[in-house]
């Protein structure tokens, strides 16, 4: 399951984006995703996930109210909208998927990740 990510780049503090996850080749509605962050120095850590149906969305605290999970089953694409973003955000982010219809914590496949970088 080759994820591939997008969308990041360089924002000022308070700005937006939305990170994008997808791969072509796959039924994105068999598996549960989520978004996880590396920063500079720092274990990955857990960000955001959404159960494969869709129904059940799961946040970090540090990203709660600020960062919105969402997937297009039609495009088979996993979202990150980002709002209010922070310098502490910046970080490469990935794409994470496991099959199955529930989110239970950790990923079988990866992406590369895509670069978010908040200037102060």
């Known amino acids: 399951v080759p994820l591939v990510e997008s969308g990041g780049g360089l924002v000022q503090t308070g700005g937006s984006l939305r990170l994008s996850c997808e791969d072509p080749?796959?039924?994105?509605?068999?598996?549960?995703m989520a978004w996880f962050r590396q920063r500079p120095g720092k274990d990955r850590e857990f960000v955001a996930a959404?159960?494969?149906?869709?129904?059940?969305?799961y946040y970090a605290d540090s990203v709660k109210g600020r960062f919105t999970i969402s997937r297009d089953y039609a495009k088979d694409t996993l979202y990150l909208q980002m709002n209010s973003l922070k310098p502490e955000d910046t970080a490469v982010y990935l794409c994470?998927?496991?099959?199955?219809?529930?989110?239970?914590?950790?990923?079988?496949?990866w992406g590369q990740g895509t670069q978010v970088t908040v200037s102060s």
């Open positions: 994470t998927a496991t099959y199955g219809p529930r989110w239970a914590g950790s990923g079988d496949y």
């Open positions: 959404v159960d494969g149906h869709g129904s059940n969305t």
């Open positions: 080749d796959v039924s994105f509605s068999n598996y549960a």
